[in-house]
């Protein structure tokens, strides 16, 4: 029985009753915020909903992998939380929303592991402070994510929940550290998530998975309570869908803290209100700085997208001007921290928040219990002692890296500096990731916004990087966000789409019979989405008399009917009688499945030599 096939990318069709309800897919924080306060949802039903989403997406279908833990006590607290509103309305923007967190920052009702094999059942004994802040807004932990293990890498595997996908290509990495927040994040499985960044770890992730992210001012916001991998470079914070959304946690989070000497300079600093200046910048007169280097050295794919925002920005009256920085690569390369300060910050950390089975970095090592893919530095961490000499010249250059950075913005007169987040698309897993250009921020103590550019050619994410003056934060989310606003970068993954009753969309199948001039032919195509997956079976039938050369799928661009574009797919070849296999969709190729621009093309001995062709439908 032929079964004629409609494909839907992200939309299926609803019951009525469903079409009233919020969808927690892609929603915002202020839509979320709006239907609770309109009685109209409940944080116990967004919590059904994020927990469906993981049920289907995380370790089936696209199998993202993103999600360490789910909290088991998220629906009682989402209870208390609607009946808190209802007596005494909302704490805060954040009330009744569930986010997801890093699994690096402690959370008392749930083991903190840093991704590690070493400490699966670590319950430390307090929660980080930006936790604290959150619970106390109100907000719902519904999930711990996955990270680079002890978020020493940036391709997100570890011991513990092995490798993570990105929910854009799950064949390629999500970046990371942070890796399994920004694809949850970009999933929706939460409304928004906590990451860490050391060199990287909030901006690659946000790159890799179509979010913005900020590596905020050292000293804006707390680290206490985050599992460290260098005091001193560290930073945490949100990852995010909108600008809206990552401004409305960082409003939350921001402050001082008496237990992180970083933060000392919030004491006389006025609160940034990131929310409230998102729309206070005129674009037109301000100066960005290109940072040559790193756009001579991007891959094409990363550096066109990234191009036409610039020219967006240039149409709005900004001016951009190329920069270079004196001595950069040196510089970079004598300030680095984390191989100084590792091990003796992991040991500390573990003494202050309660490790019992796990004393220090030794263990670990010496026990094996870590993944391979964090051998080489976590061996030669356990095996070094700390240089005090190399350390002060580390410090020292991090001091000379600054002042060069603030030197070009006020000998240019820039705004900000501009460059690709990574130069290089996201590699397939098991790969090497090359191309961050992390250091830049985190060896300075500067903040930098990664804001999305929409996909490339590839259908990728690609991110570009705002680096602002120390404290200037807010000033960066508000030069991002006119462009969001007029261009929309958002684009949701295509394999984790609306679910239709609580559920993934199901495959679809289209049976074709071909025949024409004695050339016959069955074929069977399923299309999957939630895998990104061209399924398809094909047989000559019996009654067949010609020799069939192959038979191939080409897309009609021009929607012409005449067919002269290439070939895309190869399904038969010569002296074959039956074939199959799977292709993994592009971008192209699912819109022109779904618009009806997919011609199955024969080639055989009793055929025009142009073959005949049969639109997919």
Same mark, same amino acid.
């Given at each position: 029985?032929?079964?004629?096939?409609?494909?839907?990318?992200?939309?299926?069709?609803?019951?009525?009753?469903?079409?009233?309800?919020?969808?927690?897919?892609?929603?915002?924080?202020?839509?979320?915020?709006?239907?609770?306060?309109?009685?109209?949802?409940?944080?116990?039903?967004?919590?059904?909903?994020?927990?469906?989403?993981?049920? #289907?997406?995380?370790?089936?279908?696209?199998?993202?992998?993103?999600?360490?833990?789910?909290?088991? *006590?998220?629906?009682?607290?989402?209870?208390?939380?609607?009946?808190?509103?209802?007596?005494?309305?909302?704490?805060?923007?954040? =009330?009744?929303? $569930?986010?997801?967190?890093?699994?690096?920052?402690?959370?008392?009702?749930?083991?903190?592991?840093?991704?590690?094999?070493?400490?699966?059942?670590?319950?430390?004994?307090?929660?980080?402070?930006?936790?604290?802040?959150?619970?106390?807004?109100?907000?719902?932990?519904? #999930?711990?994510?996955?990270? =680079?293990?002890?978020?020493?890498?940036?391709?997100?595997?570890?011991?513990?929940?092995?490798?993570?996908?990105?929910?854009?290509?799950?064949?390629?990495?999500?970046?990371?550290?942070?890796?399994?927040?920004?694809?949850?994040?970009?999933?929706? +499985?939460? *409304?928004?998530?906590?990451?860490?960044?050391?060199?990287?770890?909030?901006?690659?992730?946000?790159?890799?998975?179509?979010?913005?992210?900020?590596?905020?001012?050292?000293?804006?916001?707390?680290?206490?309570?985050?599992?460290?991998?260098? =005091?001193?470079?560290?930073?945490?914070?949100?990852?995010?869908?909108?600008?809206?959304?990552?401004?409305?946690?960082?409003?939350?989070?921001?402050?001082?803290?008496?237990?992180?000497?970083?933060?000392?300079?919030?004491?006389?600093?006025?609160? $940034?209100?990131?929310?409230? @200046?998102?729309?206070?910048?005129?674009?037109?007169? !301000?100066?960005?700085?290109?940072?040559?280097?790193?756009?001579?050295?991007?891959?094409?794919?990363?550096?066109?997208?990234?191009?036409?925002?610039?020219?967006?920005?240039?149409?709005?009256?900004?001016? !951009?001007?190329?920069?270079?920085?004196?001595?950069?690569?040196?510089?970079?390369?004598?300030?680095?921290?984390?191989?100084?300060?590792?091990?003796?910050?992991?040991?500390?950390?573990?003494?202050? +928040?309660?490790?019992?089975?796990?004393?220090?970095?030794?263990?670990?090592?010496?026990?094996?219990?870590? =993944?391979?893919?964090?051998?080489?530095?976590?061996?030669?961490?356990?095996?070094?002692?700390?240089?005090? *000499?190399?350390?002060?010249? #580390?410090?020292?250059?991090?001091?000379? %890296?600054?002042?060069?950075?603030?030197?070009?913005?006020?000998?240019?007169? %820039?705004?900000?500096?501009?460059?690709?987040?990574?130069?290089?698309?996201?590699?397939?897993?098991?790969? $090497?990731?090359?191309?961050?250009?992390?250091?830049?921020?985190?060896?300075?103590?500067?903040?930098?916004?990664?804001?999305?550019?929409?996909? @490339?050619?590839?259908?990728?994410?690609?991110?570009?990087?705002?680096?602002?003056?120390? +404290?200037?934060?807010?000033?960066?989310?508000?030069?991002?966000?006119?462009?969001?606003?007029?261009?929309?970068?958002?684009?949701?993954?295509?394999?984790?789409?609306?679910?239709?009753?609580?559920?993934?969309?199901?495959?679809?199948?289209?049976?074709?019979?071909?025949?024409?001039?004695?050339?016959?032919?069955?074929?069977?195509?399923?299309?999957?989405?939630?895998?990104?997956?061209?399924?398809?079976?094909?047989? !000559?039938?019996?009654?067949?008399?010609?020799?069939?050369?192959?038979?191939?799928?080409?897309?009609?661009?021009?929607?012409?009917?005449?067919?002269?574009?290439?070939?895309?797919? @190869?399904?038969?070849?010569?002296?074959?009688?039956?074939?199959?296999?799977?292709?993994?969709?592009?971008?192209? +190729?699912?819109?022109?499945?779904?618009?009806?621009?997919?011609?199955?093309?024969?080639?055989?001995?009793? !055929?025009?030599?142009?073959?005949?062709?049969?639109?997919?439908?």
């Amino acid at each position: 029985m032929k079964k004629i096939l409609t494909l839907f990318l992200c939309v299926c069709a609803l019951s009525a009753s469903a079409q009233n309800r919020l969808e927690v897919f892609e929603a915002s924080i202020e839509e979320l915020q709006s239907a609770l306060d309109a009685g109209t949802t409940s944080s116990v039903l967004l919590v059904d909903q994020y927990l469906a989403r993981i049920a #289907a997406y995380d370790k089936q279908g696209p199998a993202l992998n993103s999600i360490i833990r789910i909290n088991p *006590a998220a629906r009682e607290t989402a209870a208390a939380l609607d009946t808190e509103r209802a007596r005494s309305g909302p704490r805060s923007s954040l =009330h009744g929303i $569930p986010i997801l967190v890093k699994d690096n920052y402690n959370t008392t009702m749930l083991p903190t592991t840093g991704g590690s094999v070493a400490l699966a059942n670590f319950v430390p004994n307090a929660n980080a402070t930006q936790v604290s802040k959150l619970i106390d807004a109100g907000a719902i932990i519904i #999930a711990k994510t996955t990270l =680079h293990e002890y978020a020493y890498g940036i391709t997100t595997i570890a011991s513990l929940s092995g490798q993570t996908r990105n929910p854009y290509d799950y064949r390629r990495v999500p970046g990371g550290s942070s890796g399994g927040t920004g694809a949850a994040v970009a999933a929706s +499985f939460g *409304a928004i998530g906590l990451g860490s960044d050391t060199c990287g770890s909030i901006r690659i992730p946000s790159a890799f998975n179509n979010l913005f992210g900020l590596r905020p001012s050292k000293g804006l916001s707390s680290i206490h309570g985050v599992m460290p991998l260098s =005091h001193t470079q560290d930073v945490a914070g949100p990852l995010a869908r909108s600008l809206d959304d990552l401004a409305i946690l960082l409003n939350i989070v921001v402050g001082y803290d008496a237990n992180d000497a970083a933060t000392v300079v919030m004491q006389n600093t006025p609160h $940034p209100q990131f929310r409230q @200046n998102l729309d206070s910048l005129t674009l037109e007169g !301000l100066r960005i700085g290109r940072l040559s280097v790193a756009f001579d050295n991007a891959n094409g794919a990363v550096r066109g997208p990234i191009n036409d925002a610039l020219q967006w920005y240039e149409e709005q009256g900004v001016e !951009l001007v190329d920069i270079e920085i004196p001595e950069m690569a040196e510089l970079l390369s004598a300030s680095g921290l984390i191989g100084h300060e590792f091990r003796t910050d992991l040991d500390q950390y573990l003494q202050q +928040f309660g490790s019992e089975t796990i004393a220090n970095l030794g263990d670990i090592v010496d026990l094996g219990l870590y =993944h391979q893919a964090v051998n080489g530095p976590l061996a030669r961490s356990r095996s070094t002692e700390r240089d005090e *000499a190399a350390y002060t010249t #580390a410090m020292a250059a991090r001091l000379t %890296l600054r002042d060069a950075v603030e030197k070009v913005f006020l000998d240019n007169r %820039l705004d900000a500096i501009v460059y690709p987040t990574v130069i290089e698309n996201q590699v397939f897993i098991g790969d $090497p990731q090359p191309g961050s250009q992390c250091q830049l921020a985190a060896h300075s103590g500067l903040p930098a916004l990664s804001m999305p550019v929409g996909l @490339n050619g590839r259908g990728l994410p690609v991110g570009m990087e705002l680096l602002g003056q120390h +404290f200037q934060d807010a000033r960066l989310l508000a030069m991002a966000y006119p462009y969001e606003q007029a261009m929309s970068p958002r684009v949701a993954p295509s394999v984790t789409p609306q679910l239709v009753n609580g559920a993934a969309p199901a495959s679809q199948t289209i049976e074709m019979e071909f025949d024409r001039q004695q050339t016959v032919l069955q074929a069977r195509f399923e299309v999957d989405i939630t895998r990104n997956s061209f399924r398809y079976e094909l047989m !000559l039938d019996a009654a067949n008399r010609a020799e069939v050369y192959a038979v191939t799928l080409s897309i009609d661009a021009d929607q012409d009917q005449e067919l002269n574009d290439p070939i895309v797919l @190869n399904l038969m070849g010569p002296a074959v009688q039956r074939s199959s296999g799977e292709q993994f969709m592009s971008g192209a +190729f699912r819109a022109a499945l779904s618009e009806g621009r997919l011609y199955v093309k024969v080639f055989a001995d009793l !055929l025009p030599i142009t073959g005949a062709t049969q639109r997919i439908q």
